[in-house]
């Protein structure tokens, strides 16, 4: 069983330029959540995808936008990169709309000039 | 809104010594809570998930309470060893949202 993939590993970008991060989930799951954590906190829900639609969404603007793939893989698009961008992007996939255990990925860390 | 903490923010202990980590989360309407373990600048592993109607969940040296009624859950590691060093974050599912709400962890450094 492949466990939750994402690329790239490190990302760094300057300031108003764009990014997409991507994220393989498990074998088997449906729906994958993106979730950004800032050094010394917790991780703050972006969005969430369950069969390619996006199904519930955090505090986070318009220029955080994401897509699922039909293999359950997908990705999240930053446009318009500020320096507060700056942190660990996590993916996380499970089954059943994310009512079961989420399983992480080894995140992408994004470093914005 | 949900706002989860945990206390302490960071612990260091003793090999061997048998430890407690602390959860609160201010609103009891939970679907389930899970506790996390992270290694410095890696992804998240899953712990111990419990749903809102159990008491506890155990997992080798690891066990892990609920109280919803009060807001509370607890972490309890048993016989601590260096590999245990890391950082435990807890994270709340509230009935009617998807999403994983997080505590801001708690640093665990276990020295031999």
């Known amino acids: 069983e492949t466990g939750v993939t994402q690329s790239p590993t490190h990302l760094i970008k300057t300031r108003g330029q764009q990014v997409t991060l991507r994220c393989s989930s498990q074998s088997g799951h449906n729906t994958v959540s993106w979730y950004q954590q800032a050094l010394g906190q917790g991780p703050q829900f972006i969005f969430q995808?369950?069969?390619?639609?996006?199904?519930g969404r955090g505090n986070f603007p318009p220029r955080f936008s994401g897509l699922q793939f039909p293999n359950y893989s997908s990705e999240l698009n930053v446009n318009a990169l500020e320096l507060d961008d700056s942190a660990l992007y996590l993916c996380?996939?499970?089954?059943?709309?994310?009512?079961?255990?989420?399983?992480f990925g080894p995140g992408t860390r994004l470093t914005v000039l | 809104k949900q706002e989860v903490t945990q206390i302490p923010a960071a612990l260091s202990v003793p090999e061997g010594e048998n430890l407690v980590l602390n959860c609160s989360f201010t609103?009891?309407?939970?679907?389930?809570l899970q506790w996390f373990r992270q290694d410095p600048g890696k992804g998240l592993t899953s712990l111990l998930l419990?749903?809102?109607?159990?008491r506890e969940q155990t997992s080798g040296r690891l066990n892990a309470s609920l109280d919803k009624s009060s807001g509370r859950s607890t972490l309890y590691i048993a016989a601590s060893q260096p590999g245990d060093s890391a950082t435990y974050l807890c994270a709340v599912r509230s009935d009617n949202t998807d999403k994983l709400i997080f505590g801001t962890g708690t640093r665990l450094q276990v020295f031999p």
């Open positions: 419990i749903q809102s109607s159990q």
């Open positions: 609103d009891s309407a939970i679907y389930n």
């Open positions: 996380a996939s499970s089954l059943g709309q994310g009512r079961d255990t989420q399983y």
């Open positions: 995808y369950y069969r390619e639609e996006e199904n």
